[in-house]
């Protein structure tokens, strides 16, 4: 009953505005929790899934699309990180040929990956502010030079386990002190409010932040199971949740605020291209225009 209900919306999204559309998922990947957990139950999963439910043309980094002549180029898995341990310091020739082994391997990662973002029409990035991440950010930044939007969510940052440890230490003063120096040395930093980084804001635009995905209301639809993502939403129900947000532009392009105006107009960021067949080509028409939409 789920899949037929599933084809159903699928069949009523095909002529939307984001039929077609190429999106490329942006995120920690080397320093999460768990890499093999990340790549199969991760947020990328469901957030694909929402987007092919539109039409959409997904590029997940954990599941690189084929490059013709080119066998498994740039793939990642669940262990590519754990070569990682053969970097060395050591200023001889055999220092010089491990360094340049693992990046000439890691080139490839990387040369995808930004390819991947120059072809897309957009990226989601998920940006928790307590993970440390470095592709991300040249993603993001590479994205906005060519002036294509970047959909950034920065979810509330919390410590429970961390919280209740410090109660359960309060009366034992060593214990205390060292949990006090693990929080100044990991650093442990709360963020509630899920605030991005100063940098981040005028980079990606005001119009495009948002605090969570709003994975609830297409829990059944989807037929997710409830887990880890879905508790941490129940904690911080979205103010302003990425899910829906994508439902509304299969109608409508969103628009930005202009503060001069002090009003909303166009955001010509979006550029979606209607591309049709023509003899043994494809024929870039233009634009998909925000008048079809409504």
């Known amino acids: 009953m789920r899949q037929s209900r599933r084809v159903s919306i699928r069949n009523t999204k095909k002529n939307g505005l ?9 995120g920690p990947m080397d320093f999460v929790a768990s890499r093999e957990e990340e790549m199969k139950n991760g947020w990328r999963t469901r957030v ?46 055999h220092g010089a040929r491990e360094r340049a082994k693992l990046t000439g391997k890691f080139w490839e990662t990387l040369h995808i990956d930004l390819r991947m973002v120059d072809t897309c029409d957009f990226v989601v990035a998920y940006c928790p502010t307590n993970i440390y ?16 939007p970047v959909l950034f969510v920065s979810p509330p940052v919390t410590f429970p386990s961390f919280t209740a440890l410090t109660k359960h230490l ?21 963020n509630d409010g899920g605030i991005p980084s100063l940098w981040y804001m005028p980079l990606v635009g005001g119009d495009s932040f948002f605090d969570g995905f709003g994975f ?78 409504k």
Not at 133 to 148: F, Y
Request: charge should be positive; glycine fraction near 8%.
């Open 216 to 293: 609830s209301r297409y829990r059944n639809t989807f037929g997710w199971t409830n887990g880890l993502l879905d508790e941490r939403e129940r904690n911080f129900k979205p103010v302003r949740p990425l899910l829906p947000f994508l439902r509304r532009i299969r109608r409508r392009l969103p628009q930005k605020w202009d503060g001069r105006r002090n009003d909303y107009v166009r955001n010509d960021n979006w550029l979606l291209w209607d591309l049709h067949r023509e003899g043994d080509g494809a024929e870039v028409v233009g634009p998909r225009a925000l008048a079809r939409s």
């Open 170 to 190: 309060a009366g034992d003063r060593v214990g205390a002190s060292l949990l006090k120096a693990l929080e100044n040395e990991v650093p442990i930093k709360p």
């Open 48 to 93: 694909g899934e929402f987007l092919r439910d539109m039409g959409c043309i997904v590029f997940d980094p954990w599941k690189k699309p084929r490059v013709r002549g080119l066998h498994e180029y740039g793939r990642e898995g669940v262990d590519t990180a754990k070569v990682r341990s053969a970097w060395t310091f050591e200023d001889t020739k």
């Open 133 to 148: 991440s470095v592709g991300t950010p040249h993603e993001i930044a590479l994205c906005r030079q060519q002036k294509k």
């Open 18 to 26: 984001l039929n077609g559309a190429r999106v490329y998922l942006s």
